[in-house]
């Protein structure tokens, strides 16, 4: 990478970072505060943690459509001011129904696939994936780092002091838009450029996009859909609430160490296939464990297994997608993958709120073991097509 590279690589993997760290934050942490702050049951919980990734979903795809015809760094500074708007209403909301409405403004702040589009832009072809998995690295420390920082900050401050942080990272990262990233003030995209692919080509990587979409939609559900849960777990294991960040650290950094070999066994494979099946196959294990842990070793063995496939596919799909998707429709492509990645989100919260309104803890972990085996075999459908002889793989 040349500076310019480096710096816009660093620059954008700060921005997911010091973002998805106050966002994150609240997930250890609010399936037992929210019940005990505002009585609420898991339906409601569960859809607030949701919300957030309702809206997302919703608005990445125009936001990513409105950076390619009119500039990346407009809606990089529109949706981080959302963003802080909606952490400052749930960090004052005395009910649950308007931290609802705090989560669902911070959703509205849709920015993710416009920050990968940025990140693609800004790269050599041969360097993006470099790029691509700084960012997923990025996201992943942010995400172990809110597992140790938000108990430790509810401990401190209640679930007020969670979303200020939200608040104060969000104009961080606006602060580090306006005056640090490069090139992002600049850049257009010209939607007519890029874009040879033969028809036969075109079904292929929309199939591939459509196995990656699939993928960060699951990833994502499996995450949201746990955090209903694990807390609940420990706390019945008897591990008081100020305790949690101590195993959350311990989880994730075995998870890191953990997940190399996976990175370093198939880094160089472009197939889609087989970079992902292995990390569903570990989730797998982990959850059937889960579901029946009997003793608080086995439920941290549980928790660990499911994070080594977790955060691998959390740092591979990114530059997975920057491969696939032609420059053109780059911020577009990225659209759809960041909605597909925040509706996981969304429907994690919700339907898993009600799986365990309806039913119970081992039914939600049961439920989401047969839909990693659903994920498998759908990918191998998808697999077929984009290799048939009308759609040659890229």
């Not at 989560?103 to 940025?118: D, E, K, W």
């Not at 790029?131 to 942010?142: P, T």
């Not at 939600?364 to 990693?372: F, H, R």
Request: aromatic share 10%; glycine share 10%.
């Amino acid at each position: 990478m040349n500076t310019s590279e480096r710096t816009t690589a660093a620059i954008v993997s700060l921005l997911y970072f010091v973002r998805m760290l106050g966002l994150f934050s609240i997930l250890p942490v609010f399936t037992l505060a929210a019940s005990k702050l505002y009585g609420s049951g898991p339906m409601l919980i569960g859809l607030t943690l949701g919300i957030y990734g309702l809206f997302q979903a919703l608005l990445q795809v125009p936001y990513g459509y409105l950076s390619d015809r009119f500039g990346r760094k407009p809606m990089l500074i529109a949706g981080l001011s959302i963003f802080i708007a909606g952490s400052l209403v749930a960090a004052l909301a005395e009910r649950i129904e308007w931290v609802l409405v705090g989560r669902a403004l911070q959703g509205s702040g849709a920015i993710a696939g416009v920050l990968l589009a940025v990140l693609a832009d800004g790269m050599r072809f041969e360097y993006r994936a470099r790029a691509m998995a700084m960012v997923g690295g990025s996201i992943g420390l942010a995400f172990g780092g809110s597992l140790v920082l938000g108990p430790l900050l509810y401990a401190y401050g209640g679930l007020q002091a969670l979303f200020y942080l939200a608040a104060l990272t969000g104009t961080l990262a606006l602060l580090l838009v306006c005056l640090v990233l490069p090139g992002a003030s600049n850049l257009m995209v010209d939607p007519a450029g890029g874009d040879d692919v033969s028809e036969a080509g075109a079904v292929s990587y929309r199939l591939q996009l459509q196995m990656l979409n699939l993928s960060i939609f699951m990833n994502h559900y499996l995450l949201m859909s746990s955090f209903l849960v694990i807390p609940i777990m420990l706390s019945q294991f008897g591990v008081a609430i100020d305790e949690h960040a101590v195993y959350y650290l311990c989880i994730l950094l075995g998870s890191f160490l953990l997940m190399l070999p996976l990175v370093i066994r198939w880094r160089g494979s472009l197939d889609i296939l087989v970079k992902i099946l292995p990390a569903i196959a570990v989730m797998l294990v982990g959850f059937l464990v889960l579901a029946w842990s009997p003793t608080l070793t086995l439920f941290v063995v549980a928790v660990l297994v499911f994070f080594v496939g977790f955060n691998y596919l959390e740092a591979t799909l990114p530059a997975l997608v920057s491969k696939v998707a032609p420059s053109a429709r780059r911020g577009s492509a990225m659209g759809f993958y960041s909605s597909s990645q925040f509706l996981g989100i969304f429907a994690g919260g919700s339907v898993g709120g009600v799986l365990i309104a309806l039913t119970d803890i081992t039914t939600l972990l049961a439920v989401n073991a047969a839909l990693l085996m659903l994920w498998a075999g759908v990918l191998m459908v998808l697999q077929r097509g984009s290799n048939s002889p009308r759609s040659p793989a890229m």
